[in-house]
């Protein structure tokens, strides 16, 4: 498997998690009488993830995908969930996960309030 197939496999798993633990708040809030309105954004870094769960018809080479991962697909098409994009540079998980050169550093470490 490429590089950018398995970064894209990793982006579709992370967000096959995240819209379960969505899920799983969206029906609490429902039956604590907090009905959410509208769909909840997901930020997404990777454009091909994005694309791939927004319309996953069409795409002949994802048969490496495990069809699980396609429950993102479902929430899109329901409108519970939105995939956003954000810029690498906006990132504020890159603080603790990559070495930043001292600019980038300073720019996200005001994202998280330090």
């Known amino acids: 498997m490429g590089y950018c197939k398995l970064i894209l496999l990793c982006q579709i798993i992370a ?10 708040l969206h029906e609490l809030l429902t039956g604590l009488s907090f009905t959410p309105h509208g769909a909840t954004p ?9 694309h791939l769960a927004e319309d ?3 795409h002949p080479n994802i048969k490496h995908i495990h069809i699980k ?21 906006d ?19 005001h994202y998280l309030g330090i």
């Open 91 to 109: 990132n504020t998980t890159d603080i603790l996960t990559k070495p930043l050169a001292h600019g980038d550093f300073q720019h996200l470490r």
């Open 56 to 58: 996953h018809i069409g």
């Open 42 to 50: 997901i930020l997404c870094n990777n454009n091909a993830a994005r």
């Open 69 to 89: 991962f396609h429950y993102i697909c479902e929430l899109v098409e329901e409108g519970t969930v939105s995939l956003t994009h954000m810029h690498f540079a």
């Open 15 to 24: 967000l096959h998690d995240s819209s379960h633990k969505l899920a799983f």
